[in-house]
């Protein structure tokens, strides 16, 4: 190993994680993604070449882990309380007279921050480093979600002690995981895309993500913390005054809600609430009130708990957001993936800072449960302050003419009808590229950046081109000359230029890519990926029924029949067939190439850690000679790689009698393949 590796790698190490602290805490980067990405990447591959040299807090370890089981539990080493809830003004008075005459002071000084509408979390730091985190539970047991909590971003795997005057041997951090409003909508976006449940709100989002048993679909979610205290700390003393903890966490690079004070008397606790219901739709985040805190710590032992909350704080919350309305109609929506979204139109009504006049009724099951109909007076909620929904209806004012709504048969954009598979709640259009509402989407996605990456293609242009009917399906991109984009609104030449460089550089692509910017219903990134490896032309691809489609890993019945719906509409093989002449090409694979490599289709489980080499490499390396690795072992199983630690899947691979594999034969397997691969 060349001596300045470690460097190297110590560097990028201390790079990303001040870049990700910038970005994630500080919201001010200092570098482009794409240079994060490069110094991400590099570190990557610097640690599968150095396995040795793999840190718990590197931040490459954020990016998840195999899906487990079930949670452990982790019992708390101080309890995690609840708050006393105050809804007026008049308990908060009772609050500060108590604590007033049980100190025996003339004033209060308070710690006040926003109430985080969230899911508690606790995180411990051993010398500095993240070891281990749970959730709250019952206050007393927690679940163990410790590799999930590490794809948080913005908590930090290792606590910048440098800046205290000695470090912590252990702290417990306490706090909220939250999802921002941003990262919410387009959460939900994609759920909705992929025809996925939608989470009714950021906490629902939150919790849902970080109660994953596959850590990296919690990496995807973008989840942020922000902490709120102290739990059980050793060897170690804090400030004595709340405010304080919070700023010494603060250095230690633990993110903190910018929003709190420090105030006095009932006065500075009312003004405070006001103060911050005004900011609360600003905020990034949800919140749903703001809790008291008596900043002094001995203070705070004095007023001491009942039951589990403390009476040194208060939860001030604020009253729920709902307001009546009446449903003047109720539409439908029509999806990128052609989903049919009922939504109500509303008599505008002010709700929760903004002005409603819709309202997402979900679905028909939806729609349905709630019976909602048209004349209706509904009392609407902002919920999770951001897709304003029907909370519940007044039965009691229903007019007599009030109208059932009926999920129209055929597609209320392009006329083609609407099918629903038994086991979904939505409804779609068939009319799928003639359909104009889901061709702009479809053009978006054949555009976007892992399909054939059409830079500067984005919503705006799209909409103009769809709109002016310079373009139909994506085989009409082809044809665009500088004259007609010339003429759309804010393009000069020289963008209209740059457009159709990037249209031409696009047609040299994968086949996989090629696959996945058809936008076919049920095929993602991965699944392209599968479908290109096995049938290694298009045509061949195209051509198979769903029993030979069956055959590619991973894909069953659904995505099957998913496929050849698509084929079996000549629209979809037209456009394919234009997208050709027009000079789109991939390099095809000799047909019979994959079946040449010499572990094609065999089916490996790793489990256990290797000494030799880190799994990712393991894994690339059996894919690099056809092989496909999986993550649960099975009767599909051909070899299971046995490494240190081995746990269930050992046993299970015992149990069904699959070819075990120890770190030398595993090793010997490899050489001998890579050797025959590379003669052939
Ligand atoms: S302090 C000893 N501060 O509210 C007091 N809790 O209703 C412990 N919460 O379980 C809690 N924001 O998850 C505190 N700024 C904040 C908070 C907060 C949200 C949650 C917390 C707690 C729940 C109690």
């Known amino acids: 190993m060349s001596d300045s590796v470690p460097q190297r790698i110590a560097h990028l190490r201390g790079e990303i994680k001040r870049h990700n602290y910038q970005y994630h805490t500080l919201d001010a980067p200092l570098i482009s993604d794409a240079e994060f990405d490069a110094m991400f990447r590099e570190l990557q591959t610097l640690e599968m070449q150095y396995p040795s040299l793999v840190m718990p807090d590197s931040p490459t370890q954020r990016v998840g882990a195999a899906p487990r089981l079930s949670f452990t539990q982790v019992v708390h080493r101080s309890p995690m309380l609840s708050l006393n809830n105050a809804f007026s003004e008049e308990e908060v008075r009772v609050f500060d007279v108590r604590n007033r005459e049980t100190l025996g002071v003339a004033e209060v000084e308070y710690s006040v921050e926003p109430k985080f509408d969230g899911l508690a979390v606790t ?79 950021p906490r629902n989002a939150a919790a849902g993500s970080l109660r994953l048993l596959n850590s990296r679909i919690t990496s995807s979610r973008h989840l942020s913390f922000l902490a709120y205290g102290a739990g059980a700390v050793e060897g170690f003393i804090l400030p004595h005054t709340h405010a304080e903890q919070l700023e010494c966490l603060q250095k230690l690079s633990v993110p903190v809600p910018q929003e709190r004070h420090v105030v006095h008397g009932l006065d500075g606790l009312l003004g405070y609430y006001q103060k911050i219901g005004e900011l609360r739709n600003k905020l990034p985040y949800e919140i749903d009130g703001v809790v008291y805190k008596v900043n002094n710590i001995s203070q705070q032992t004095r007023l001491g708990y009942v039951s589990r909350a403390p009476r040194f704080a208060l939860a001030h919350k604020f009253p729920a957001e709902e307001a009546l309305t009446t449903v003047l109609d109720i539409e439908v929506q029509v999806g990128r993936t052609g989903a049919l979204t009922p939504v109500a139109r509303l008599a505008p009504v002010f709700v929760g800072g903004v002005t409603v006049t819709n309202a997402t009724l979900h679905n028909e099951e939806e729609l349905r449960r709630k019976d909602i109909r048209i004349g209706d007076t509904v009392s609407v909620r902002r919920a999770g302050d ?72 984005g919503e705006k242009l799209v909409d103009q081109l769809v709109e002016q009917k310079l373009v139909h399906t994506a085989a009409d991109l082809y044809n665009l000359n500088l004259w007609a984009l010339a003429q759309l609104e804010r393009m000069g030449e020289k963008s209209a230029q740059n457009l159709l460089d990037a249209i031409e550089h696009s047609k040299q692509t994968t086949l996989a890519r090629f696959i996945y910017a058809l936008g076919i219903r049920n095929v993602g990134e991965a699944t392209a990926k599968e479908l290109a490896r096995h049938f290694a032309t298009m045509d061949n691809f195209m051509t198979a029924d769903e029993t030979r489609l069956q055959l590619v890993p991973d894909i069953g019945p659904v995505v ?121």
């Open 123 to 201: 995180l411990t730091y051993r010398d500095g480093i993240f070891v281990q985190g749970a959730t709250r539970g019952d206050g007393e047991v927690g679940e163990d979600v410790t590799q999930n909590l590490r794809t948080v971003r913005n908590i930090p795997l290792r606590l910048d002690s440098a800046r205290l005057a000695k470090p912590i041997p252990l702290i417990e951090i306490r706090g909220e995981v939250l999802m921002f409003k941003v990262d919410f909508i387009a959460l939900n976006r994609q759920q909705a895309d992929k025809g996925d449940k939608l989470f009714a709100n």
């Open 386 to 457: 951001v897709i304003p929904e029907v909370a519940r209806i007044l039965l009691e004012r229903r007019p007599v003419d009030a109208r059932e709504f009926n999920m129209p048969r055929t597609c209320p954009v392009c006329g083609a009808h609407v099918t629903k598979q038994p086991d979904e709640a939505i409804w779609r259009c068939s009319g799928g590229l003639f359909c104009p509402a889901q061709r702009k989407q479809a053009l978006l996605h054949f555009a976007s950046r892992r399909a054939l990456d059409i830079e500067g293609l």
């Open 560 to 680: 099957a029949q998913s496929i050849t719906t698509f084929f079996a509409e000549p629209h979809n093989v037209d456009v394919i067939a234009q997208l050709r002449a027009a000079g789109v090409q991939w390099l095809e694979q000799a047909e019979n190439a994959v079946q040449l490599l010499p572990l094609n289709a065999k089916v490996f489980v790793l489990t256990g850690t290797l000494a030799s080499m880190s799994r990712d490499e393991a894994k690339s390396r059996l894919e690099k000679l056809g092989a496909r690795v999986t993550g649960s072992v099975s009767q599909k199983t051909d070899y299971v790689v046995a490494g240190a630690e081995a746990g269930t899947k050992l046993s299970k691979a015992r149990e069904l009698n699959i070819t075990l594999l120890d770190e030398q034969q595993f090793l010997q397997l490899l050489n001998e393949n890579e050797m025959s691969s590379a003669a052939g």
